[in-house]
T-cell receptor, first 115, second 113 residues
Framework: KAGVTQTPRYLIKTRGQQVTLSCSPI?????VSWYQQTPGQGLQFLFE???????NKGNFPGRFSGRQFSNSRSEMNVSTLELGDSALYLC??????????????FGPGTRLTVL | AQSVTQPDIHITVSEGASLELRCNYS??????LFWYVQSPGQGLQLLLK??????LVQGIKGFEAEFKRSQSSFNLRKPSVHWSDAAEYFC???????????FGKGTTLSVSS
């Protein structure tokens, strides 16, 4: 079974631009979560989507948004980019129902650099 | 407040020696505990998890962890470290229903020959 895939793997943007990152979960996984990883703050939860609805949100400004499609694929958008948004953005998927429903499987991440 | 503390930022271990990485957590509800490993430029790979039952859990790559409720700890161990174990290790805690994981800051493991 294929793992979580994220595209693109690397992005370079300039301040003020916006960016969209994509995540395809493991087949059969209906929940997708996004995390930001930076050297200073570590791994921080952004939000989770399940059944095309945001179910949980971390403490990030409204510039960070996301959505989920009917096939469970998810996109994350960051508008008006700031230098501090430079990070590795990780996507994770989980089954939701049944045993092991909170075990999250991570993708390789998208490395975003804001200049 | 909910939090995970990994006291050791960086540990160096000789190849073949034993390893213990420490993790302490603060969590209001029943904790679901995880250890992940991250190699440079890669995502996170789940090593093992604790939901309930036996407090000593076995994971992949020869790792094990012991849950000690009285100490709010979930330390990761390996009896004999291999050079390929060099990576960053993250302890995380979550709720029964999944959703947000709270991660520690990570421990970087270096393996010397």
């Amino acid at each position: 079974k294929a793992g979580v895939t994220q595209t693109p793997r690397y992005l370079i943007k300039t301040r003020g631009q916006q960016v969209t990152l994509s995540c395809s979960p493991i087949s059969g996984h209906r929940s997708v979560s996004w995390y930001q990883q930076t050297p200073g703050q570590g791994l921080q939860f952004l939000f989770e989507y399940f059944s095309e609805t945001q179910r949980n949100k971390g403490n990030f400004p409204g510039r960070f948004s996301g959505r989920q499609f009917s096939n469970s694929r998810s996109e994350m958008n960051v508008s008006t980019l700031e230098l501090g948004d430079s990070a590795l953005y990780l996507c994770a998927s989980r089954v939701v129902e049944g045993k092991g429903n909170n075990e999250q499987f991570f993708g390789p991440g998208t490395r975003l650099t804001v200049l | 407040a909910q939090s995970v503390t990994q006291p050791d930022i960086h540990i160096t271990v000789s190849e073949g020696a034993s390893l213990e990485l420490r993790c302490n957590y603060s969590y209001g509800a029943t904790p679901y505990l995880f250890w992940y490993v991250q190699s440079p430029g890669q995502g996170l790979q789940l090593l093992l998890k604790y939901f309930s039952g036996d407090t000593l859990v076995q994971g992949i790559k020869g790792f094990e962890a012991e849950f000690k409720r009285s100490q709010s700890s979930f330390n990761l161990r390996k009896p004999s470290v291999h050079w390929s174990d060099a990576a960053e290790y993250f302890c995380a805690v979550g709720a029964q229903a999944g959703t947000a994981l709270i991660f520690g800051k990570g421990t970087t493991l270096s393996v010397s020959s």
